[in-house]
């Protein structure tokens, strides 16, 4: 995350932001692909990715439907259209097109989506289905990619959108600045940090691999009561949960004892893992007992 004047928008100044974000030793081998709305789709930006002799992430943006790309569409044979037009089904199309203030010509992916209407009865007579189009433009070639999983790819977006909704929403990210670039870029790091540490640690306790954001996993993992307890040279976690955290939690200990013993093998797991978990579950007195880790 880095600071930028509060007055910049998404597509002002992005070739100088991204050159410093490029130029971080670990982005080139993780960025693959840009994905932007239609503020995006300039042919600086798109000359930024495709310029010769960098090895620049592969770009894809969506187009707005000015007239000349409305007229590129209308240009698509009825061909080229895949499958056949059906209500509620996207067909799909690419053609090559240079709009105006574009250098050179580029891939344009179209769909086009059958949509019913639903006439008043005034206009019942007149009611006809409508057409509705998507643009995209990108550098991927067709055999990396065809045109429906050029879509697909852009639709997902909308994980990364979920995210930064989350951050803002959840997380105070939304609004906070302290009128210092540095105290605002260090807070925002130090936000972000904590948010990907809660994020592994509950995808590990409760659901591997699925994400849970924080208006629900917050109040179920923190509000659990905790004691430690120390005796001698051993430490006891007592844990007041009720009986669906008793197999969640063992498995997680569980999870990390398999992780240690295969990334430090140095370590030594019979001294740092045989520790007793002791359990206060309501009427169960039983739970109480110590209850090694498996």
């Known amino acids: 995350m880095e600071w930028r004047p509060g007055n910049s928008v998404s597509a002002s100044d992005w070739i100088v932001a991204m050159d410093r974000v490029w130029s971080h030793p670990d982005v080139p081998s993780r960025l693959k692909l840009?994905?932007?709305?239609?503020g995006?789709?300039?042919d600086k930006i798109m000359a930024w990715h495709e310029q010769q002799g960098c090895a620049r992430p592969r770009y894809l943006f969506k187009l707005k439907l000015t007239a000349n790309?409305?007229?590129?569409?209308?240009?698509?044979?009825?061909?080229?259209?895949?499958?056949q037009p059906s209500i509620g089904l996207e067909q799909y199309a690419e053609t090559r097109v240079q709009l105006e203030g574009w250098e050179r010509e580029r891939r344009i992916i179209v769909t086009r989506l059958l949509k019913p209407v639903n006439p008043t009865k005034q206009d019942m007579f007149w009611g006809a289905d409508q057409e509705e189009f998507c643009a995209y433009v990108t550098d991927l070639l067709p055999e990396e990619a065809t045109p429906a999983q050029i879509v697909l790819t852009y639709r997902k977006r909308g994980d990364a959108e979920n995210v930064f909704d989350e951050l803002k929403n959840q997380w105070g990210f939304s609004g906070f600045c302290s009128g210092n670039g540095v105290v605002t870029e260090t807070a925002a790091r130090l936000l972000l940090l904590t948010y990907n540490l809660w994020s592994l640690f509950v995808r590990v306790l409760k659901d591997e691999g699925h994400h849970h954001e924080a208006v629900t996993s917050r109040d179920e993992l923190l509000m659990i009561p905790a004691k430690l307890v120390k005796s001698g040279r051993q430490k006891t976690l007592k844990l007041s949960v009720g009986d669906k955290w008793w197999e969640a939690i063992s498995l997680c200990y569980a999870k990390l004892e398999r992780w240690f013993a295969t990334t430090a093998p140095q370590l030594d797991l019979?001294?740092?893992?045989?520790?007793?978990?002791?359990?206060?579950?309501?009427n169960n007195p039983d739970h109480w007992l110590p209850k090694p880790i498996p």
């Open 34 to 38: 840009n994905r932007g709305d239609i």
């Open 40 to 42: 995006f789709a300039q």
């Open 69 to 83: 790309v409305r007229r590129a569409i209308a240009k698509v044979a009825w061909p080229e259209w895949g499958g």
């Open 270 to 282: 019979q001294q740092r893992f045989e520790r007793y978990l002791c359990w206060n579950i309501p």
